[in-house]
């Protein structure tokens, strides 16, 4: 179905009407959300490189461990016993 008459806008939308851009004169928001997004940041690099130094010292221990010669360094779990 095709109009005779197109349909004109007085005044047309543009792109720049339909972005929602953050309020130039609200910079405390902005800065608010960037630290809270920079905390974040930093909080889940310290808890991974805790993991990573916490592997790296019981690798270690493991390591020492094994060069004495001794083979109980790890705990192994034996398997239940059935009894009857």
């Known amino acids: 179905m095709r109009l005779k008459h197109p349909i004109?806008?007085?005044?047309?939308?543009?792109?720049?009407?339909i972005i929602i851009l953050p309020d130039p004169h609200n910079d405390e928001d902005l800065r608010h959300r960037n630290n809270l997004i920079a905390i974040a940041f930093v909080l889940a690099l310290a808890i991974i490189a805790a993991i990573v130094v916490k592997m790296m010292v019981e690798s270690e221990k493991n390591?020492?461990?094994?060069?004495?010669?001794?083979?109980?360094?790890?705990?192994v779990a034996a398997p239940p016993r059935n009894t009857p």
Request: charged share 30%; with cysteine; proline share 4%.
């Open 63 to 75: 390591q020492r461990c094994l060069a004495t010669g001794r083979r109980d360094c790890v705990e």
């Open 8 to 17: 004109t806008l007085k005044n047309p939308v543009t792109l720049m009407d």
